[in-house]
């Protein structure tokens, strides 16, 4: 227990000590650079299995850098090699790299061995690999006679192969006498060891010349294997004109036979495999008819990313396996007699690799830091430290440094305590060696920054002073202001760490001599920086928009001012482009003048004050109007129109490059002409096709054109006007300029590789118009960059040349020019190219994710060494896919998705966003150039976090009862975590007013829900969402649907049942109630005219008449008029207005009459038709009774009646 504790708190004091540690970046500055001292690094060595052409000389490279410069030494199978004493052996200068030579005897095969580099220097030793060099190989065939190999039709067959044990082993293929390849199909084919499968044998196969060939790649011979000869036996005679595909055997009856594997043999076996090497799997069968071959893998899918079928399905091939890839692949061969399987069990291992790579150290005395080697392998790598290149536990004590395991901690290191590292990490399939120094330095401190610095900044912007240093141990640095007062930090002041000081505002008080004084215990070191603080250059007075009348003048005021010490420019621009001061427009200090405005002047005008630190600028735009016409009302009735086309076009003042060009405008047509174009054709590039050549304001008829060499001009003009473009003016007379040499330089010159030995020169051909002489033709220069080497050259007509034999991505240089008949061309500038790319041999090291939740997640790695990349570094390409999900039984798909990280910083590091939640995920990264991706990184393993869900996969209302709606809905498709349940919140919904929110809760295995309706005639609207453990997820919203005043639903028992709905809440019915209502309204609104109008009753002429001698009244009081003058005339007993006639031709009164009211009720008529008395009549029986009909069809009495 007591060592146990021991131990952890010795941990503990070594992270404590490496968060002090104080590691030194050494900036890449060449004075530094030539007086640090540093302990050896191998740059550059041979492989580890080096195989070696036996016809050329051996070369061993080594290379390595360091101050001071490293001697170099090797040895040999574990010995100290003599160089020196051996003549063939010569080792180059500043350089460890062997070359031995044969030119004067000796053989190859004698050097043979393990050799090892080692790099000295006052300061360390660094050692290479251990190269294995072997010398290639290409025994001769054994002789031996082949007997002819005599098979029945139907049987399979194997012809052996054994090709002679080469180095590196030899590529293998089968061919006839005469080189001819054999054909291979489904049925016949070459195995992986060479060997020729046959499935089943066609009479067809018989052949005398089945030659296997071997072909060795280092000494490019080709040997061939004695020829078989091949009888095949058949129970019928074989007729060539018989044979066909689909039926080999021609009609005759061969017996069939179910699969057999000719290899592998048995019901099962094994392979092992290394990680990132290609997995090779094969099964080949023989049957009649010929089986069919199928791969699956027990227990999973096939990697669909990474598997290849070959060979007619024959073999399967895995690339880069990873550990994921071990199982049982079973393969399959079938054919309508039956099948057969065979098993292989696949185990990968994996030789070391990095995980956490050592890197140099730099610290300065006292200081503290650490060394880490962590390599991960199958089995795990047993980790071995060295330094100087001898057993760290052989080498001499250093009381600053412990071993723990993987880590060597330093603590307090001194002056002596540089040495170089060696990390061995090893297991029985490889072993993996870095090397990495540890430097101590002490430096006087130093200033990098250019000397005595001016800055200029414009007042009340935020500015940084510079001052970049160095030294060991790291110096404090600190600002002061005209050599007075503490240090600057504080304020409006900020000193960084890099050296530089922030002033947030600069004011005037802020100018002076800033001095920056970096100082440690070995020194001191200062530089000063002068900072001036400039008042900023403003327009005070910005020109104002304008509306010019044509051929008026218009004048634009533009005031500015700016820092009297500061030299300023101001410049016009119309609509963005720069203004061509000439003969009509003027400019002075304060104004831009435009005299005889016309259409063309028409846009946006720019003032623009520059200095050499800022700049200001204001807009006005200019309006043109049209002026006032003289005969308004002719100018009204007349639109404007097309211009006529330009007439007597005529060409004086010849020249080499130029011609003026004259011509008399056309009527504008009420619509001045704001421009002409100019147009011409040619007759040697392309005939008959008119070109645009230049526009020219509308007030100018005669213009000089800039014309090319070697071209037979002919020119038309067409005028341009608000409403368009007239028609093309009738061509000039012809105009042939001279030859001469190109002026122009071929436009778009670029280098680039197709393939990784060779570059591309390519470039734009010069236009038609640019040639200027016959005969063009391209000069091309290229040579390495940064090299003294002559210029090569190249002379062709074409647009590209092609640079073989390159190294991969090396970088030239390159340049062109134009030539004909008349002579060269300007040469282009140098333009820098590079040759072609190829994969990266880097892979990133120590990825690693930091900050992951539920969606995203921070990737860190460690970067590649540029050289590594061999290419233009594009990207680092991170690969990742789902592997799981933590939601039992979940279907998902594991989709390798990429992202790429532009960065070239030491530390890099990205977001890895859109991931799924609560899932396992595995990822690895590549660095990427333009046309491949490197080997993978170590592969991580990590699992997001629980979120919130999706939405549910469905959510409907399946049925609605009298008072009821029945909800159905399903889990999410990505639940995001473990469901904990459902939230229904709803509410009623009528028309835009919203009730009360109500929340329903539902166990997570709950995917239904009735609701019991208190309003039927109520809708609803429902929100529904999953939850989790971190809240409720995305939300379904749905509504509840509308239903009629009755529809039939069904339940789930298949009862139909009718649904009501209160009539009353419709809104139809509303509706018909309103018009009811108003169509009353109106009746009613008639009847009262009506009745106040009144018809002509016959009460005047009555009332004078005597009564008769006995009144008859009724029982109820109520008196009877009679009218005692049976021919009293016609207008008495006429209908009264409005009043019906009966079938019977009975006049009956009117609706308005009084009879209808006279039931009884107290009243006085005046004589104006008033009541006076009490008048009741009462009618007959038969009369009433007879009218019931006729009154029963007024509205006006079912009114009445209503009341």
């Not at 046959?198 to 004695?226: G, P």
């Not at 002026?627 to 006529?644: F, G, I, M, R």
């Amino acid at each position: 227990m007591m060592r146990r504790g021991s131990h952890w708190a010795l941990a503990f004091m070594s992270l404590l000590l490496w968060r002090q540690s104080a590691t030194i970046e050494v900036p890449n500055d060449p004075k530094i650079l030539a007086d640090l001292k540093q302990p050896p690094t191998i740059t550059k060595q041979s492989v580890k299995d080096y195989i070696v052409d036996p016809r050329d000389n051996i070369i061993i490279e080594c290379e390595a850098k360091g101050n001071p410069v490293p001697t170099f030494s090797w040895r040999r199978n574990g010995k100290f090699f003599n160089t020196v004493k051996d003549l063939r052996v010569t080792m180059r200068k500043r350089s460890g790299t062997l070359e031995i030579g044969f030119r004067n005897g000796g053989r190859p095969e004698d050097y043979e061995g393990e050799y090892q580099c080692f790099a000295t220097n006052d300061h360390g030793v660094a050692m290479s690999n251990k190269i294995l060099l072997r010398v290639s190989k290409a025994p001769l065939w054994p002789k031996e006679v082949l007997e002819p190999v005599v098979v029945s039709e139907g049987s399979s067959l194997v012809l052996p192969c054994n090709p002679p044990p080469g180095l590196p082993p030899p590529f293998t293929f089968w061919m006839s006498s005469m080189m001819i390849p054999i054909r291979q199909d489904k049925r016949v084919s070459m195995g992986l060891n060479g060997d020729m499968y046959f499935s089943n044998v066609v009479a067809q196969d018989a052949q005398n010349d089945y030659s296997c060939n071997a072909r060795f790649l280092f000494t490019h011979t080709i040997q061939q294997k004695n020829p078989f000869t091949l009888k095949v036996l058949t129970n019928d005679p074989y007729n060539d004109t018989s044979y066909n595909d689909s039926d080999p055997y021609g009609g005759r009856k061969v017996a069939e036979s179910t699969p057999t594997f000719l290899t592998p043999s048995g019901s099962e076996s094994s392979k092992m495999v290394l990680r990132d090497q290609q997995l090779l799997l094969e099964c080949i069968a023989a049957g009649l008819p010929t089986p069919a071959i199928k791969w699956f893998k027990k227990g999973g899918d096939l990697p669909a990313q990474k598997v290849k079928f070959e060979n007619y399905n024959k073999t399967m091939k895995i690339v880069a396996v990873s550990e994921e890839d071990t199982g049982e692949y079973v393969c399959m061969a079938t054919n309508h007699l039956g099948s057969i399987r065979h098993s292989i069990f696949v185990q990968v291992k994996a030789a070391p690799y990095w995980l956490d790579k050592p890197t140099n150290l730099v610290l300065a005395p006292e200081a503290n830091g650490r060394l880490v080697c962590r390599a991960n392998g199958n089995p795990k790598p047993s980790i071995r430290w060295l330094v100087n290149g001898i057993p760290i536990n052989s080498s001499l004590p250093d009381p600053s440094r412990q071993l723990m395991g993987d880590t060597i901690i330093f603590r307090s290191v001194q002056m002596g305590s540089s040495a170089v590292y060696q990390c061995n990490a090893s297991n029985q399939h490889g072993y993996l060696l870095a090397n990495a120094f540890v430097s101590v330095i002490d430096m006087r401190p130093r200033i990098l920054g250019p000397k005595n610095q001016l800055i200029k900044v414009i007042e009340n912007n935020r500015t940084f002073l510079d001052c970049p240093f160095f030294g060991s141990p790291i110096p404090d640095l600190r600002w002061f202001k005209n050599g007075q007062g503490s240090g600057l930090d504080g304020g409006h002041y900020r000193a960084y760490v890099n050296g530089s000081l922030e002033i947030q505002r600069a004011r005037a008080q802020d100018e002076g001599t800033y001095t920056c004084v970096a100082s440690s215990i070995l020194g001191m070191a200062e530089n000063q920086v002068r900072l001036e603080v400039k008042e900023p250059s403003r327009i005070v007075g910005a020109p104002e928009h304008q509306s010019a009348i044509r051929g008026s003048t218009a004048r634009f005021d533009c005031k500015v001012k700016f820092d009297p010490s500061l030299a300023a420019t101001v410049t016009w621009t119309k609509d963005d482009k720069p203004i061509h001061l000439g003969w009509r427009l003027r400019k002075d200090e304060e104004s831009l003048t435009v005299p005889n405005v016309n259409e063309g002047d028409e846009g946006t005008y720019t003032c623009t004050v520059e200095t050499e630190i800022d700049r200001d600028s204001a807009s006005a735009r200019l309006t043109v109007l049209e002026e006032a016409s003289l005969n308004p009302s002719l100018s009204s009735a007349l639109p404007p129109d097309l211009p006529d086309p330009p007439m007597d076009l005529e060409l004086s003042d010849p020249a080499a490059r130029s011609v003026r060009l004259t011509w008399i405008p056309g009527n504008d047509h009420r619509s001045p002409v704001t421009e002409f174009l100019v147009q011409f054709v040619e007759d040697r590039w392309e005939p008959g096709r008119w070109q645009d050549l230049a526009t020219y304001p509308g007030d100018l008829n005669s213009v000089i054109l800039q014309l090319a060499p070697f071209v037979n001009y002919q020119f038309r003009v067409i005028a341009i006007n608000q409403v368009g473009r007239s028609a093309a003016s009738r061509p000039s007379p012809q105009y042939q300029t001279s030859s001469a040499a190109p002026d122009v330089i071929p436009r778009g010159l670029r280098g680039w590789g197709s393939q990784k030995d060779n570059m591309e020169i390519t470039w734009e051909p010069l236009l038609d118009l640019e040639k200027n002489g016959p005969n063009l033709h391209y000069a091309v220069w290229w040579r390495r960059k940064d090299s003294d080497a002559e210029w090569s050259n190249v002379t062709t007509t074409g647009t590209k040349h092609v640079v073989h034999n390159t190294q991969t991505y090396v970088a030239y240089e390159m340049k062109i020019q134009a030539r004909n008949d008349l002579g060269a061309g300007p040469e282009s500038n140098v333009v820098i190219g590079h040759s072609g790319e190829d994969r990266p041999t880097g892979a990133p090291t120590e990825l690693r994710l930091s900050k992951v939740d539920s969606t995203k997640a921070n990737v860190h790695w460690k970067p590649v060494k540029q050289e590594s990349v061999r290419g233009e570094f594009k990207e680092y390409r991170l690969h990742y896919w789902r592997e799981a999900s933590h939601v039992p039984a979940l279907v998902f798909s594991k989709e390798n998705k990429t992202k790429g990280f532009y960065t070239t910083v030491a530390e890099p590091s990205g977001i890895l966003s859109d991931l799924v939640p609560f899932s396992r995920y595995k990822m690895f990264m590549v660095v990427a150039n333009n046309g491949y991706q490197g080997p993978p990184s170590n592969t991580v393993e990590f699992s997001t976090k629980e979120g919130v869900p999706d939405a549910p996969s469905f959510f409907r209302i399946k049925r609605r009862g009298l008072d009821s709606i029945h909800l159905e809905w399903d889990k999410p498709l990505e639940p995001n975590g473990l469901l904990i349940g459902y939230q229904l919140k709803y509410q009623t919904a009528n028309g835009s007013r919203e009730g009360r929110p109500r929340v329903e809760t539902f166990l997570p295995n709950v995917t239904e829900f009735t609701l019991r309706l208190p309003d039927r005639s109520s809708r609803y609207n429902f929100y529904l969402s999953a939850l989790t453990q971190v809240g409720a997820g995305e939300v379904f919203a749905e509504e509840s649907p509308f239903f009629g005043n009755e529809e039939n639903f069904t339940d789930a028992t298949g009862l139909a049942y009718i649904d009501q709905v209160d009539i009353a809440t419709q809104g139809w019915f509303i509706g018909l109630m309103c018009a009811i209502a108003l169509i009353i309204l109106i009746l009613l609104i008639v009847c009262f005219i009506k009745r106040s109008r009144g018809g002509k009753y016959p009460v005047r002429d009555k009332k004078d008449l005597p009564l008769d001698s006995v009144d008859h009244k009724d029982p109820d009081g109520s008196f009877e008029y009679q009218n005692q003058n049976k021919n009293s005339s016609d207008e008495d007993n006429k209908p009264l207005q409005g009043s019906q006639t009966s079938l019977e031709g009975n006049v009956k009164e009117s609706d308005d009459s009084l009879v209808d009211y006279g039931e009884g009720g107290d009243g006085q008529f005046n004589e104006d038709g008033s009541f006076i008395g009490q008048y009741t009549v009462k009618k007959d029986k038969d009369e009433t009774e007879g009218n019931e009909s006729s009154e029963a069809t007024s509205p006006v009495n079912a009114i009445y009646s209503l009341a």
